[in-house]
């Protein structure tokens, strides 16, 4: 699993050299945000089903097609596909907290997911309007302190970004 302590020690390995001291201040600061970090994955978990489903209705909101209970098998397969894909790509953030890096993420989040949805014809319009109100959402100090928020708000952005 990457996290900033294994890619900095694996560039430096690549490179034939011990990490830099450049390299070791990217760490120290990865390992002095690791409180906000936690808090931000401790108040996530607290509230996983409730961020989800906010996000994902925010995503019907804007996308009203998505939730036409009556019409074809197909409309209800990618709701019910919606749904469990935000409420995993929230769970990713979530771990990716946790390590201090994006490997969870680019792992089993990003890695050929453009090409999965394009195969199956899925847009990802939707996964991107869920993730942007999760993001909008936040507040500090009302969910999180700045700094978990920051931390919260930047893993978003790149799962937005991702999917863009």
Known sequence: MKSVVTTVIAAADAAGRFPSTSDLESVQG???RSAARLEAAEKLAANLDAVAKEAYDACIKKYPYLNNEGEANSNDTFKAKCQRDVKHYMRLLQYCLVVGGTGPLDEWGIAGQREVYRALGL????????LSFARNRGCSPRDMSAQALTEYNALLDYAINSLS
């Open 123 to 130: 847009p990802t319009a939707p996964y991107v309007e869920a």
């Open 30 to 32: 990865s390992i002095q």
